[in-house]
């Protein structure tokens, strides 16, 4: 079974970084493109970065520049560093294998940025 554990949120002023990461289990992670998504109590899910199998990467406009993602193929982990938060950044971030719609949605870890 497909299963994604995400961890690392927490609370942080304006201008501070966190790392967030992402277990996942029930799949041959180092063959699927990777994505991190962010959600508010207003918006959508969006996406946030995705990396495919290879190591190319790709943001949102929002984030480029600010958050890198990467992947530990050996560990079966996929990690979000946030740099530079903004308020604006506040959700409740999800890992998820890309355009895999029936996977099953971890809890998240929530990410407070606020001063």
């Known amino acids: 079974q497909v299963h994604f554990m995400e961890y690392g949120g927490g609370v942080v002023q304006p201008g501070g970084s966190l790392r967030l990461s992402c277990e996942a289990s029930g799949f041959i992670f180092s063959g699927y493109t990777m994505a991190w998504y962010r959600q508010t109590p207003w918006n959508q899910r969006e996406l946030v970065a995705l990396?495919?199998?290879?190591?190319?990467?790709n943001y949102a406009d929002a984030v480029q520049g600010r958050f890198t993602i990467s992947r530990d193929n050996a560990e079966n982990t996929l990690y979000l560093q946030m740099n530079s938060l903004k308020p604006e950044d506040s959700a409740v971030y999800y890992c998820k294998r890309r355009n895999y719609d029936h996977d099953s949605w971890g809890q998240g870890t929530r990410v407070t940025v606020s001063s």
């Open positions: 990396i495919t199998y290879d190591g190319t990467t």
